[in-house]
């Protein structure tokens, strides 16, 4: 099991247990509509397949117990492509600004290095979740990519969505 634990703060391997405390700090990020481009009405199902059972490995944040965020890991692409990472983060909204985010982007990079990728990317950071992208460029990564008005905000219409990348193959620095 993959720990790494910082401010009381420990992020290990999620479990099947885990699932249900991981959907539900999903379940209203998704119906929000304002950071994935994923339909909003995912059942529980699609849910669980989506973000245990596709990916790599999984993870889940938690501080005495309590589960405050979680995030996968997978290749980006197949094939030619497998050597770049890829990541989809989620913290409760009770936990937000608390560091955990930052925490679980240090143990991705630390993770998919060790487990061979030698770069991250993020395919679609929406552009208007601005502290996302503070937190990305903090740990690294770089804005390589724009796409015009790909993304349908439930408030703001349609917004960018960045392509973030960063490399890995001299290690994590965060």
Not at 119 to 124: F, K, L, R, V
Request: hydrophobic residues 45%; proline residues 3%; charged residues 15%.
């Amino acid at each position: 099991m993959s720990v790494f634990a910082a401010m009381s703060l420990t992020v290990r391997s999620a479990t099947d247990d885990d699932f249900a405390a991981i959907w539900a700090i999903f379940r209203p990020i998704l119906a929000a509509g304002e950071t994935y481009a994923l339909d909003t009405d995912l059942n529980t199902d699609q849910a669980r397949a989506l973000w245990l059972e596709a990916p790599l490995a999984t993870f889940v944040a938690e501080r005495d117990g309590e589960i405050l965020g979680s995030y996968y890991l997978k290749a980006n692409f197949g094939g030619n492509g497998k050597h770049v990472a890829n990541c989809g983060y989620i913290v409760s909204e009770a936990a937000r600004g608390q560091g955990v985010a930052g925490e679980m982007c240090r143990h991705s990079l630390h993770t998919a290095h060790a487990l061979g990728f030698t770069a991250m990317q993020y395919n679609s950071v929406i552009a208007t979740n601005e502290g996302a992208i503070r937190l990305w460029q903090r740990h690294g990564f770089e804005i390589v990519g724009r796409l015009p008005g790909a993304f349908i905000h439930p408030r703001a219409g349609a917004v960018d969505a960045l392509v973030m990348y960063r490399v890995l193959t001299e290690g994590p620095q965060n």
